[in-house]
């Protein structure tokens, strides 16, 4: 992008605003400059993205033919998610019971990001998880998602389960 920088004066003039999206990947964005005539690769600022727990940005859970389907939708900035936890609460005898699911996604997030089509999405994803449930759906009322990876866990809201 360039820009000027009228005589006697310290502050650069650009043609349109300038705006720097760094995205969701985290490490260091460097930014450098090269003068006119002048010298290249000037240093000028960087900014970083730290690692951080995985971020739920969009999670729903319906009712299908024989279960539950569940869609997460989200990013974790070091590109790796180790395991994703389901807590659903059933109605049983008129009271709220817990049940609690866990499972291993390390495998599942590395192909991802390993793959040549994630890199179009930085560190975002988006996870279907399907549950067969043998008896009646309509008893199992919401569903709480935590989401593990090396720098924390991340819980999301409670979301009922809409559907039949």
């Known amino acids: 992008m360039k820009f000027t920088i009228p005589a006697n004066t310290t502050n650069a003039v650009f043609a349109s605003p300038v705006l720097l999206a760094v995205g969701t990947v985290a490490g260091t964005v460097s930014i450098t400059g090269t003068i006119q005539n002048g010298p290249s690769g000037l ?3 960087s900014a970083t993205v730290e690692a951080t727990p995985p971020k739920i940005t969009d999670l729903t859970a319906t009712r299908i033919s024989g279960g539950l ?3 997460v939708v989200g990013f974790s900035p070091e590109r790796r998610v180790l395991e994703i936890g389901y807590s659903f609460e059933v109605r ?8 609690n699911l866990t499972r291993a996604v390390e495998s599942d997030f590395n192909a991802w990001y390993r793959s040549s089509a994630s890199s179009l999405f930085g560190s975002a994803f988006g996870l279907d998880q399907g549950f067969n449930v043998v008896g009646n ?4 009322e919401a569903v709480t998602i935590t989401l593990r990876n090396a720098q924390g866990t991340t819980t999301s809201a409670r979301v009922p389960i809409t559907g039949n």
Do not use: M, R, Y
Not at 92 to 99: F, K
């Open 69 to 71: 389907k569940v869609h």
């Open 92 to 99: 049983v005898n008129g009271a709220i019971e817990q049940v």
């Open 137 to 140: 759906t309509s008893v199992i």
């Open 43 to 45: 240093a000028l600022s």
